[in-house]
């Protein structure tokens, strides 16, 4: 059984605009997050992506970083050592070409193979080695690119761009100029690598790009929170860095272990659904977290004040005075 002060829920993805707009055209009823979003008080919450509205969470030291460093503390999650580089996420992309723009797509995880991606950064490495640049893909569609030092760059992430044109998204910044003309240097390179020529003639889908965002070094973190659940590289590495106990996340919900302070779940695969404009799975996964919310809630008999966070720059607050569960299921 839970035993918090607070239970915090981010769930970014929960508000996609045009699945829940089908949702209630389709007349499905949700049981915990219906009940959490009427008798919660709406707060703003200065958040609208999964990674600002994680690390808002965190006291991250006050240092020399431009921006979130998305890069240092997800890699430090997956278990390799930052040490003092820079490091950014360099998310391999498709873009596609509309008209004279183009259009942000990420592939998926099955079509991008290790071999792929190996093959790709040992071009990009060979090309870019006497700039002092290193890419490493630690999985086929987890990229790092490590840089002498942290351009004084806003990037946007993945999140926030992806079914868009990118135009609007590019760096900017002091040194914008010279990233912006490095990606176009990118893309040449992979266009005109044998792997994409290859697959062109196949019909294949490419990698011809990367996407920048997060550059920094590994800070110093603290938290209120005492225990986090999450699968998500980065919130592990955040809880590593805070020394609060990670889990990974359970099946069920209502198997959390016991804890005495505040605990953070963080669930994304509504977000992961969204970015792939996959609505069917959305919904399978968003009946089954409402179900796993329902369970826990149930377990616990409302013991804990609950923190809704939805990534949309506000938030939901229910204070355990207000819980009852008399009143639950009307």
């Known amino acids: 059984m839970v035993n918090n002060k607070r239970l915090h829920l981010l769930i970014p993805g929960l508000f996609w ?10 007349s499905i009823q949700l049981k915990a997050l219906k009940n959490i979003i009427a008798k919660a008080d709406k707060r703003i919450f200065q958040a609208t992506d999964l ?12 240092g020399v970083q431009q921006e979130l460093p998305l890069g240092a503390v997800t890699l430090h999650g997956m278990g390799i050592d930052p040490e003092k580089y820079c ?10 070409a509309d008209r004279d723009r183009l259009i942000l797509l990420k592939p998926d995880e099955q079509v991008v193979s290790q071999q792929d991606s190996d093959q790709l950064t040992e071009l990009f490495n060979n090309y870019f080695e ?13 990229w790092f690119i490590r840089v002498p030092y942290c351009p004084d760059l806003t990037t946007f992430t993945m999140e926030a761009v992806v079914g868009r044109h990118i135009e609007d998204y590019l760096p900017t910044g002091p040194d ?26 196949i019909g294949e889908a490419v990698i011809n790009s990367l996407w920048f965002s997060g550059f920094g070094t ?5 938290t209120s929170l005492t225990s986090i659940y999450s699968d998500l590289p ?29 605990t953070l779940i963080v669930i994304s695969d509504l977000l992961d659904y969204e970015l792939k404009s996959d609505f069917y799975r959305w919904k399978e996964s968003l009946l089954r977290i409402d179900e796993g919310i329902d369970n826990l809630l149930r377990k616990n008999k409302s013991k804990n004040d609950i923190e809704l966070y939805v990534c949309d ?3 939901f607050s229910l204070k355990k005075s207000k819980f009852s569960w008399r009143l639950w299921n009307r």
């Open 313 to 315: 720059g506000e938030k």
């Open 17 to 26: 605009s045009a699945a829940t707009k089908q949702l209630s055209e389709e």
């Open 234 to 262: 980065l919130v592990k590495g955040l809880a590593m860095l805070s020394g609060v106990a990670h889990y990974d996340q359970p099946d069920r919900l209502d198997e959390l272990v016991d804890t005495d302070g505040d």
């Open 130 to 142: 006497e700039d002092g640049l290193s890419l490493i893909a630690v999985s086929p569609t987890e």
């Open 218 to 222: 590994l800070p110093k973190v603290s």
């Open 87 to 96: 490091w950014a996420l360099a998310t391999p992309v498709y873009l596609l």
């Open 176 to 201: 914008a100029k010279n990233w912006r003309k490095f990606l176009n240097e990118i893309q040449m390179l992979f266009f005109h690598s044998e792997l994409n020529q290859q697959k062109s003639v």
């Open 51 to 62: 990674s600002t509205a994680l690390f808002q969470l965190f006291v991250i030291e006050p």
